[in-house]
């Protein structure tokens, strides 16, 4: 069983940048590929980023491309997501998850996610 914890959410202007981390902890605890998801109000769930286990492959929704890097630390358990230049249309619940530790290929997909942390809220204002 894995347990992410997200961190790092905020109040933010337009243009400015914040940093989220994902710590993973629990038993035998080796995360597999790990993404973020974001929801705003009265919508569903959407995908932001991935990494595969190595960190070697990424993807990103169109909408962030240049904007939001998706990087992992396999030592600390921590996955984090760099995001620069926020628009108001960011604002969102950020969710971390992560596919069992055999499962190391990235995914867009959030069914293919067996672990979610509980979301930080970023906030971004115009």
């Known amino acids: 069983q894995v347990q992410l914890v997200e961190s790092g959410g905020g109040l933010v202007q337009a243009g400015d940048s914040l940093r989220l981390s994902c710590a993973a902890s629990g038993r035998a605890v080796n995360p597999g590929a790990m993404g973020w998801f974001r929801r705003t109000p009265g919508k569903e769930r959407e995908f932001v980023a991935a990494i595969n286990w190595s960190g070697g492959t990424t993807y990103y929704t169109d909408s962030v491309k240049g904007r939001f890097t998706i990087s992992r630390d396999n030592v600390k358990k921590i996955l984090y997501l760099q995001m620069n230049g926020l628009k108001p249309e960011d604002t969102a619940v950020y969710y971390c998850?992560?596919?069992?530790?055999?499962?190391?290929?990235?995914?867009?997909?959030?069914?293919?996610?067996?672990?979610w942390g509980r979301g930080t809220q970023v906030t971004v204002s115009s």
């Open positions: 998850a992560s596919r069992r530790s055999d499962r190391i290929v990235a995914s867009t997909t959030q069914h293919d996610y067996d672990y």
